[in-house]
C-alpha cells in the first residue's frame, strides 16, 4: 500500500509541472520535403524510430521510472535512465560506458541468454530495483554493480573471472543472487560474504538456470524464484546427460570453433529437471514432488503472497494437459489446484497473479479465446471476461481489489488496448485511446501506468498516465519534429492500406495490410514484395508504426503486401490450431489466396511479384514457392527451418507431435518433400553459428539442389547466429536482398 500512495503522490505533483497533457495521442506535424530513404540511413548507428525506450518500470518506492535508453549515436549501445516523478526530471543513472569502458567478451552461456530474449544490445541491457527503490543493481562486464540511485555511487560487488548471470535483489533486500559456474549464489549486501547454495553444478548439471529449450520455446529465461518474504529460493536442476549432443560449428573470419551443444531435436530426450526449495538462512534443501512422470516441462514458478505456497505450472511433453501444482516449501509435498487441457496444445503465459485471498488471477484458452479467470485457493475458476475476443495479458489490479486490469484486442485484432473490468466480472472498459497499439505497465496499486503507443503515422510515444487514461508528462514525446531522425524522410511515408480477404474455406477473414507507393497505377503497374512469417504467435498486420524497413520497400518503388494466414496470432485458438500436425500446408493456402488477391490488382504487375520471410517466414518462402512452382518470380529465404525433424522438441512437437507419431505430417511438411517443384529464383541466406535453427537446416537443402543440377543463391554469415545483428551486416544483408530483387524483378528490356 505504501508504494501504491506513494506513486499517486508523484503522479499528482507531476501534473502540474508538466509542461503537456491532456489527450493520448497526439498529432504528428506536416511533412516537409524529404529524401528516398537508403539502406544505409536505415540500418545505420542511428535508429530513425527516433528514441525507444525498453525495459520501463517504477521504482518499488514510486518516486521514479526508469528505463533503457540507446546512446544517441549509437543505437546498439544502451544505458539506464530515470524520470524524477516529482518533477518530471529525466537523467541518465548509469553510463555504461563509465562503468565498464572496455566491456569484456560475453561468456558462451550469456551470449546464448542474450540471443535467445531476442536482446541485441550491449551496455546495460537489464536491471533489478531493490525492494526500498534505493538502488539497482546492474549487471554489465560479467560482474553485478550495486548502485545507490540517490548519490549516483556504483559498487562493483564482484570482480571475478567468472561470468555472473541472472542477477537478483532479494525481496527483503538482503541478498543478491546469481549464477556463477552452472549454481546458485548469494552475497550478502551487509558483510559481503558470498556463498554457494548449490555446489554440484558442473558439466551437464546445473542449477537455477533455465535450460534452451525453456529459454528460447517457453520465454522461462530463470531458473530460480524468491520467495516474498525471502525466506526461501525455488531453485531448478537440471541434468542435460540424455540430451543430444550437436557439434555446432562456429565459423567467422579468424577459424572455426566447435561447440558441442545440448540440443533436443525433435523426437529427442529432454532434460530431466527437479524443483527444489532452499532455506536461505540455513542452505536446507528440500525436492518439490512434480510427480512420478518425469519426461515434463517446468513452465513456471510462482510464489503466493504469504509465501506459504509455490505454484509449479507443469506441462505434460505432448503439451496437451497443464497441471498447477501447490507445493508446501517446507516439505515439497504437492497437490493440482488446477488443470488446463486441450487436444492441440496449451499456449503458456506469464498470466499468473496471486492474491490476499488464497487464489490467484489467471488466463486460459478454455473456450477458445484466451480470458480472464480468479481461480480460488481450492482451484474453482470463474471468468471475469468473455467473447471471440482475445486477452493479451494481465496488467495489474488496483489496490481495492475491485478492478482488474488486462492488455487485449477487443474492438479489432488490429488494435490493442488497456482495459478495466469489475474483480466480479463484467464488459470491459477502454482506458486508452487512438486507432493503434498499446503496451502498458501499471504501478503498484494501479494508480497510473507507463504507456508506450504507436499507430500507421506515430513511431512509439512512451509518457506516464493516470489510470482514467489522461496523459501525465511525457517520458519520451519521439515526436516527428525537425531534430528528430525521420524526419528527413517523413514527406515519403506511406500509411498502409488494411482489409480482409476471405480463406479457401469460404468463412475465415484473413487481414492483411499493404504499402503502396504513390506511382503504382493501372498505367504504371509496380512490382510487389510478400513479406511473409505464417507462424504461430506471431502477427504481422496490426495498426502499429511499421518502420523505416518496411518503407524502405515502397521507397525502392515495390509494392509490400503481408496477410496473416490461419496458424497466425491473436485470432483464437482454433485459428491458430489450424495447422495441427500439418505445418506448411493451410499457411500455403492462405498466402496463395493472398497472392490470388495481390494478382488481382491492376496496380500490381503480375510478372514481377517476389517472397521473402526469415524463420518461420523463411520456411514458408521455401514451401510455398515449392508447392506453387512460377508464381512467384523471385524468392529470399532467411534461416529457414527445412526439416522440422532438425529443429527442437518443445516448439516442432507442441505444433506437430513428434516425428515417430507423425510421421506423413512431417515428411510433407519438410522442404524436401516438394523440391520437383523448385522453380523460382531463390536467395538463401542463414547465419553460419546459428544456435537456434542450426546451419545444417541449410546446408543439407543446398547439398540436395546441387546434386538435383538446380542453380541458386546463397549467402552464409560467419559468425552470426539466427540475427543478423551488426548494424554493418544489416547493411550488407539487405544490398544483397534488394540487390537480388533488383535483378530477379527488374522491368523486361522489351518493356
Not at 543493481?137 to 555472473?164: I, K, S
Not at 523463411?618 to 529443429?647: I, K
Request: net charge negative; hydrophobic share 35%.
Amino acid at each position: 500500500m505504501r508504494h501504491a500512495l506513494s506513486t499517486c503522490v508523484c503522479l499528482l505533483a507531476l501534473t502540474a509541472c508538466a509542461t503537456t497533457s491532456g489527450s493520448s495521442v497526439p498529432a504528428q506535424p506536416e511533412p516537409a520535403d524529404s529524401a528516398a530513404l537508403s539502406i544505409d540511413d536505415v540500418f545505420g548507428s542511428v535508429s530513425l524510430s527516433g528514441a525507444t525506450p525498453r525495459g520501463l518500470r517504477f521504482s518499488p518506492d514510486g518516486e521514479r521510472v526508469t528505463f533503457l535508453r540507446p546512446k544517441a549515436d549509437d543505437r546498439t549501445v544502451t544505458d539506464l535512465w530515470a524520470m524524477d516523478l516529482s518533477d518530471g526530471r529525466t537523467y541518465m543513472l548509469v553510463d555504461s560506458a563509465v562503468l565498464a569502458p572496455d566491456e569484456r567478451e560475453l561468456s558462451e552461456a550469456e551470449i546464448q541468454y542474450r540471443e535467445r530474449a531476442r536482446i541485441s544490445t550491449s551496455g546495460v541491457v537489464s536491471y533489478d530495483w531493490d525492494e526500498t527503490g534505493e538502488a539497482i543493481l546492474v549487471p554489465l562486464d560479467g560482474d553485478v554493480f550495486y548502485v545507490d540511485v540517490n548519490t549516483g555511487e556504483a559498487e562493483r560487488l564482484m570482480q571475478t573471472e567468472a561470468f555472473e548471470t541472472d542477477a537478483r535483489v532479494s525481496p527483503d533486500g538482503a541478498y543478491v543472487s546469481f549464477i556463477r559456474d552452472q549454481n546458485l549464489w548469494v552475497h550478502n549486501l551487509d558483510t559481503g560474504e558470498e556463498r554457494a547454495l548449490t555446489n554440484e553444478g558442473g558439466g551437464a548439471i546445473s542449477w537455477g538456470v533455465a535450460e534452451f529449450v525453456a529459454q528460447e520455446e517457453m520465454q522461462r529465461y530463470t531458473g530460480y524464484w524468491w520467495s516474498p518474504d525471502g525466506r526461501y529460493v525455488a531453485a531448478a536442476r537440471i541434468d542435460e546427460t540424455p540430451v543430444e549432443i550437436v557439434p555446432r560449428f562456429g565459423i567467422n573470419a579468424e577459424g572455426v570453433t566447435v561447440t558441442e551443444q545440448r540440443y533436443p531435436r525433435a523426437g529427442t530426450d529432454n532434460v530431466l529437471i527437479e524443483l527444489h526449495v532452499i532455506d536461505v538462512a540455513t542452505g536446507e534443501r528440500t525436492q518439490v514432488d512434480l510427480g512420478s512422470e518425469t519426461d515434463i516441462y517446468l513452465a513456471r514458478v510462482n510464489w503466493s503472497q504469504d509465501s506459504g505456497t509455490l505454484y509449479a505450472q507443469r506441462q505434460n511433453r505432448a503439451q496437451t494437459v497443464l497441471d498447477i501444482l501447490a507445493a508446501n516449501p517446507q516439505t515439497g509435498a504437492t497437490d493440482i489446484v488446477l488443470t488446463e487441457q486441450s487436444g492441440a496444445w496449451i499456449n503458456l503465459t506469464n498470466d499468473f497473479t496471486a492474491l490476499e485471498d488464497g487464489g490467484f488471477l489467471w488466463t486460459s484458452e478454455r473456450t477458445g479465446f484466451r480470458h480472464v479467470y480468479h481461480v480460488s485457493a481450492q482451484g474453482e475458476a470463474r471468468a471475469l471476461t468473455s467473447g471471440e475476443w482475445v486477452v493479451d495479458d494481465l496488467a495489474g489490479l488496483s489496490e481495492d481489489g475491485e478492478t482488474v486490469y488486462f492488455e487485449g484486442w477487443v474492438t479489432s485484432p488490429l488494435e490493442r488496448h488497456l482495459y478495466a473490468v469489475p474483480f466480479e466480472g463484467g464488459e470491459p472498459v477502454q482506458i486508452t485511446e487512438g486507432e493503434g497499439r498499446w503496451s502498458a505497465s501499471l504501478g503498484q496499486g494501479g494508480d497510473g501506468f507507463i504507456g508506450t503507443y504507436s499507430d500507421p503515422t506515430t513511431p512509439a510515444q512512451t509518457a506516464l498516465y493516470d489510470i482514467s487514461g489522461e496523459r501525465v508528462a511525457w517520458i519520451e514525446e519521439n515526436a516527428i519534429d525537425d531534430d528528430h531522425p525521420y524526419a528527413p524522410f517523413l514527406a515519403s511515408h506511406l500509411v498502409p492500406e488494411f482489409g480482409t480477404i476471405m480463406a479457401d474455406d469460404g468463412e475465415t477473414e484473413l487481414y492483411w495490410s499493404m504499402l503502396k507507393p504513390d506511382h503504382c497505377s493501372a498505367a504504371n503497374p509496380c512490382p510487389a514484395i510478400v513479406q511473409v512469417y505464417g507462424g504461430p504467435h506471431v502477427q504481422t498486420v496490426s495498426k502499429g508504426w511499421v518502420g523505416a524497413r518496411d518503407q524502405l520497400f515502397a521507397d525502392q518503388g515495390y509494392i509490400l503486401f503481408k496477410l496473416d494466414n490461419r496458424g497466425s496470432w491473436n485470432r483464437g485458438h482454433a485459428f491458430e490450431a489450424e495447422l495441427h500436425d500439418r505445418m506448411g500446408t493451410v499457411e500455403v493456402r492462405d498466402q496463395l489466396t493472398g497472392l490470388d488477391y495481390l494478382e488481382s490488382l491492376d496496380f500490381v504487375d503480375n510478372d514481377r511479384i517476389g517472397l521473402w520471410g526469415w524463420s518461420y517466414g523463411g520456411y514458408m518462402t521455401l514451401m510455398t514457392t515449392l508447392q506453387a512452382p512460377g508464381r512467384f518470380d523471385a524468392a529470399v529465404s532467411g534461416a529457414p527451418v527445412t526439416d522440422w525433424s532438425l529443429y527442437d522438441t518443445h516448439y516442432t512437437e507442441r505444433y506437430m507431435d513428434t516425428p515417430q507419431a507423425n510421421e506423413d505430417g512431417y515428411f510433407e511438411g519438410s522442404a524436401f518433400a516438394h523440391l520437383d517443384g523448385y522453380e523460382t529464383p531463390t536467395l538463401m541466406i542463414h547465419g553460419m553459428a546459428d544456435d537456434n535453427v542450426t546451419f545444417d537446416h541449410s546446408t543439407r537443402l543446398y547439398s540436395e539442389l546441387q546434386e538435383r543440377g538446380e542453380l541458386f543463391e546463397m549467402m552464409t554469415y560467419p559468425g552470426q547466429r539466427h540475427g543478423v545483428r551488426p548494424p554493418a551486416l544489416q547493411r550488407h544483408l539487405w544490398t544483397t536482398i534488394y540487390d537480388f530483387f533488383g535483378r530477379e524483378l527488374a522491368e523486361d528490356d522489351e518493356e
